[in-house]
């Protein structure tokens, strides 16, 4: 039986359910789950932190309880994931020592940090002392003789700085509740092996450091035997006193251990006296407690060269930037107070006119044809029509909506994530793409929903017209999410800044924005009758429209491969070409979709186990090298903020241009203004560093840079140079615009 023509708004609600039985065979679910675990992970679980780079939990270890008169020990355990780590008490170059701060009842009182043996880590001609794999931070608690309560309620604020090649703040809160009278175990091995990991006291003795003329000398006694012979490294807990990277000399004179150190040219303190940290050297991934190592109080002998000055000239321009648009975030972030009605009302207003033109951007357009053809179905019957308006503006708004409040909820919960977050995920990317390849193989004529789903499920647009108008709506902005029109950068910067009511209420208006046409369309009958009557035109069409979804796929193939490399998107294909392949062969009759139908889903099942986890794993992140312009001498470099300092430093412009894969019309401004002559020729003539910052996956340091614009989401351009305001331009360049920004340097 052939069923009557509906409209593609019907089919797009019945590939929603089809999708997902494709994707359960199309993907492997086990991988699909861990997706989901890495996009909630910065939701902490009870006494535990998870994000990307560490892994942060408070331990106890009282055997006896936490009975007053007793000293229990506490500690912050971290784990690091490969190539990260955190900081000793004395970060050396740079970094930030881990910092923990306690709230306790009365009679209970908590000790410092007792720091375990940190390792170097040589970045360059800098180095840094710190901790990776996996250290506890021990803490002694103790308990005071009339203490009398039944538990000891500890909470612990914590924060640490987590660094690779790049640095990341991390912050979380901790609660543990200790008995009095039961024990509290379970990690007694890990703080004994921390207990190991700290230093042991070495008496000072005839050891002695002495300050020359750029050096520090250090003698040591006492050290073990078995040290003798072998190479040390050398850890002082007070900083900026030393150059941690700079090469340095040791040698043994009999027992006796003596170094040659570098000292720092801006060195502020003069010490009488220094707490030194030495230990055998180790191997790379060694972790605290196969050292150990000796802490010694040793006194200064001599007189300290006179100290760097304290700097009296102004803070470097680069430096200024970076602490005004820290203050321009933190204000932002603290504005709730009536003055910000007006800035609220505008972006409103910002968001609605966004909305309307998100309807004109590439990535809706596939969904053209769903309206199109709802409109000349229900153009006949004013009731039908509005109700299907109505309801499609409803889904709209309610997506918009709900996309807006899961940002708001993962930000809250930590992670560093903007407008268009769900496309930096492979499992989203993945799903698209097979739900717009069945929506292509539907308009294409390929197969009837009747001849391969239940006829319950097939004549579910008939029965429920205005469900099917909803679930359209919610399609519609699936596919327009990513992409950010003119005036809504603004209004979402401004959104993620502000309590979650109005921040959700902007998202609201920018859903009414985008589904405005339509509903307005819906109620004005002249529209209506403009509209062609329903005939063989929408066959036709329905056909013809299969090509932009096609296109859409392969946009979204493209953006895979830029997550999950060649072989991610190549396997995707594949496992798309077998999709297709199981749903023609369950639209045949008799034996054939038996047999066929059989072997194709087997196949697709087999290549789901064999290649679908490529879709899913995501490539390294290195940065990419730089791309050339076309103009000798002129290339686009990966952005960093290191990167961008160091050019402002040297005097330079510059020009950042934040993108990624999956935001079409970042695309297209890199192959039109971007790649315009004229405009390369202003770069050149101005001396404008060019950076490009790649948010296709997820990347904190990017996100923040952009809530420093005041934005949220790609495409942003921001123009630099020292001395003079950011310049911000709009979201659809143009070629005078960039020109008149360039030659206003």
Known sequence: MTLPLSPLAARARRLLLAALGALALGLPAVSGAQNLAALMKGAPAAGVFQS???RAELLAHAPEGARAGRTVWLGLRLDHAPHWHTYWKNPGDSGLATELRWTLPDGVSAGGIDWPTPRKFPIGTLANYGYDGTVVLPVPLTVSDNFRGEAVDVRLDASWLVCRKECIPEEASFTLRLPTQGATGGHGELFAAMRDARPRDLKAGNSQVAPEDGFLRVALDGLPA???????????????VIEPGAAWTQAWDGARWTARVPLSPQRFDSPTAMDLVVAPAQPAGEGPGETGARLAAVPVQGTWPAPAPLPTAGVPDALQAALDANAARSAAASATTPASALTLGAALIGALIGGLILNLMPCVFPVLAIKVTGFARHGGDPRARRAHGLAYTAGVVLSFLALGGLLLSLRAAGEQLGWGFQLQSPTVVAALATLFTLIG???AGLFEFGKVLPSGLATLQARHPTADAFLTGVLATAVASPCTAPFMGASLGLAIALPGPQALLIFGVLGLGMALPYLLASWVPAVARALPRPGPWMERFKQFMAFPMFATV????????????????????MLLVALALAIWSLGLRGKGRVVLGGLSLAALLAL???IGPNVLRLQDGEATAATATGVAGLAWEPWSPQRQAELLAQGRPVFVDFTAAWCVTCQYNKRTTLADERVLGDVAGKNVALLRADWTRRDPAVTQALAALGRNGVPVYALHKNGQPVQVLTEVLSVEEVRTALAAL
């Open 226 to 240: 078995e040290w003798r012979g072998r190479e040390l490294e050398f850890f002082p807990e007070l900083g900026g």
């Open 608 to 610: 789901a186990v064999g």
């Open 52 to 54: 990307e780079q560490t």
């Open 441 to 443: 193989l539907n308009l």
């Open 554 to 573: 392969v946009w979204l193939l493209w953006v895979l491969g830029q997550q999950s490399g060649i072989d991610g998107a190549a396997a995707l294909l």
